[in-house]
């Protein structure tokens, strides 16, 4: 088996399929020793998973929720599904993933990251928004002795709530390091916070009340779109540097059929006859653009290894360096304004604007 590479699915044995909630599994895979250093990660990060029904392809990225793993690279990796409405590949994984199946799997991307250092860190999070900073607290304070980190979690339900008890283990393992605060939207509580939404007021209030806001070296925002807005809306009102906030949003079956989108200001139109170029995985070629499409499609038409998942703009897994040239993205829930500076697009929702594009899909 060759060694993990950008944008190439391997196929993965499941080991475990364990229920979370009633609408929620954990799915652990394992990792064959000469693929383990490159399905090595960093805290935070995500997998894509693809499958194939009827002819017809189906990718979702979910978050690893296991510590990362040393130099050697993971023996296993663990993610989280919870069951969306209509939802191919979450209803495939909750009624009839198994042990013994294989999932083709791509090797781990994402940058909403928190490498172990000294200092203060705090991260709100919505349902299955748990996952990711699941890997990034349980890392982070095994391996950083001064370090502490504040979570505040919003849930249904204690029913409905993921990891219930690793957290719990986590708040026993490291009483004075690790802050937990529940909040439950519709039920009540015997102790914490009153029941309700974690909306922009209620959080403008809440914070400053639970922590120095402004002595928090790092916030990680993870869950639906609403909160997330809605918990940097409230940090910035609260005078926190923007540099300090990290957000992904869960999940992309959400936000590309729901209203609420990131839309990105057209101010430059697409040309309806370009080129791209690309590099990826060393290699380089270019191809014309056909009318209306992202210059992803146009990839894709001649590389089938190109790296996507969702095609929604939210998981960041088609981030590609502008070389040249100029685009015009049509949306951004993934990059970050550093790395929009820094000239990073999202091809899944970037239309050329000059007649020549160069992209490099390596770096």
């Known amino acids: ?29 394992a990792v ?31 978050s690893i929720c296991g510590r990362a793993p040393g130099p050697e690279g993971p023996e296993t990796l663990r993610v989280a599904v919870r069951l969306v409405d209509g939802g191919a590949f979450s209803t495939y994984a909750l009624k009839e993933l198994a042990v013994g199946d294989t999932v083709e799997v791509m090797a781990p991307a994402g940058r909403f990251v928190l490498r172990p250092r000294p ?49 719990a283990d986590l708040k026993d393992r490291y009483p004075d390091r690790l802050q937990l605060v529940q909040t439950l939207s519709r039920e009540e509580q015997q102790a914490g ?14 914070l400053p009340a ?20 809605g918990a940097e809306r409230a940090l910035r009102a609260l005078d926190v540097p923007r540099e300090r906030i990290h957000e992904e949003i869960f999940h992309a079956e959400e936000t590309t059929t ?4 990131a839309p990105v200001a057209a101010t430059k139109t697409p040309l309806t006859h370009s080129k791209v170029t690309a590099k990826l995985d060393g290699r380089s070629g270019s191809w014309p653009v056909h009318d209306g499409e992202t210059l ?27 070389i ?38 390596d770096r």
């Open 193 to 206: 916070p009153a029941s309700g939404r974690l909306d922009e007021e209620r959080l403008t209030r809440l």
């Open 1 to 29: 088996m060759a060694a993990a590479r950008h944008g190439a699915f391997h196929p993965l044995r499941v080991t475990a399929v364990e229920p979370l909630t009633d609408d929620s599994v954990a799915v652990t895979l």
């Open 258 to 261: 729901g209203a609420a989108t």
């Open 119 to 167: 200092g203060r860190f705090a991260a709100i999070v919505g349902g299955s928004g748990i996952t990711p900073v699941l890997s990034i607290v349980s890392t982070l304070l095994a391996s950083e002795p001064e370090a502490r980190f504040c979570l505040i979690r919003s849930d249904r339900t204690t029913a409905s709530t993921m990891f219930l008890d690793e957290v």
């Open 210 to 229: 639970l922590l120095p806001v402004g002595a928090v070296d790092g916030w990680f925002l993870c869950g639906p779109h609403g909160l997330v807005q």
């Open 32 to 62: 064959p020793p000469d693929l383990r250093a490159g399905f090595r990660h960093a805290p935070g990060q995500h997998l894509a998973l693809r499958r194939t029904v009827d002819g017809t392809e189906i990718r979702r990225t979910y």
């Open 296 to 322: 992803l499609e146009t990839v894709l038409r001649n590389r089938a290894d190109a790296p996507y998942a969702c095609k929604g703009g939210v998981c960041g897994t088609c981030r590609a360096f502008l």
């Open 324 to 361: 040249s040239g100029d685009v015009r993205m049509d949306r951004n829930f993934a990059l970050e304004q550093e790395e929009l500076d820094a000239g990073y697009v999202l091809a899944c929702q970037s239309h050329a604007t000059t007649e020549k594009v160069e992209l490099d899909f």
